[in-house]
């Protein structure tokens, strides 16, 4: 029961996360005769410590059959760009690295992060999307800085 417990919080905590992003939209990459196509997603998110600061990242999403009921697990293929988008100000004090974004690539055990770092001596924070699954990850990655700039209306 206690296991039954932690998953369904673990779980929530990953659906929660991820409802912080907002799909924009998907590309067909490849045509499937049955099921859905393969396809690339782009969702932005906000910074949820960082006002002023915007990400969009793209994803590829695997389609036929097992895509369609969401068993297949996406490939570790993405791109991010984060820029200001506003004054910047942060919300609390912010960690040398922390988590911005999460979204999950497969059923159970994979997910896509975005993690914050804040470069001081260049007053620059550095966004860097992982590919995770619990027992090991990908080397893929992608980088985005946003350098902390006076903003101008």
Request: hydrophobic fraction near 40%; glycine fraction near 6%; charged fraction near 25%.
């Amino acid at each position: 029961m206690k296991k039954t417990l932690t998953f369904c919080a673990l779980l929530t905590s990953a659906l929660m996360q991820n409802a912080s992003a907002e799909d924009l939209d998907c590309i067909t990459t490849s045509w499937k005769l049955i099921g859905a196509n393969h396809k690339i997603c782009v969702q932005a998110f906000d910074d949820p410590k960082v006002s002023g600061v915007s990400c969009h990242i793209s994803q590829a999403k695997k389609g036929g059959l097992k895509g369609t009921f969401g068993l297949a697990e996406d490939p570790s293929l993405f791109s991010l760009a984060c820029r200001q988008v506003g004054p910047i100000a942060f919300k609390e004090k912010l960690a040398k690295q922390e988590e911005a974004f999460s979204a999950d690539t497969s059923l159970f055990f994979k997910e896509t992060r975005v993690v914050r770092l804040f470069d001081k001596k260049r007053n620059t924070l550095v966004y860097v999307a992982i590919s995770r699954k619990i027992i090991d990850g990908a080397p893929a990655n992608s980088l985005s800085t946003v350098p902390i700039m006076p903003w101008r209306e």
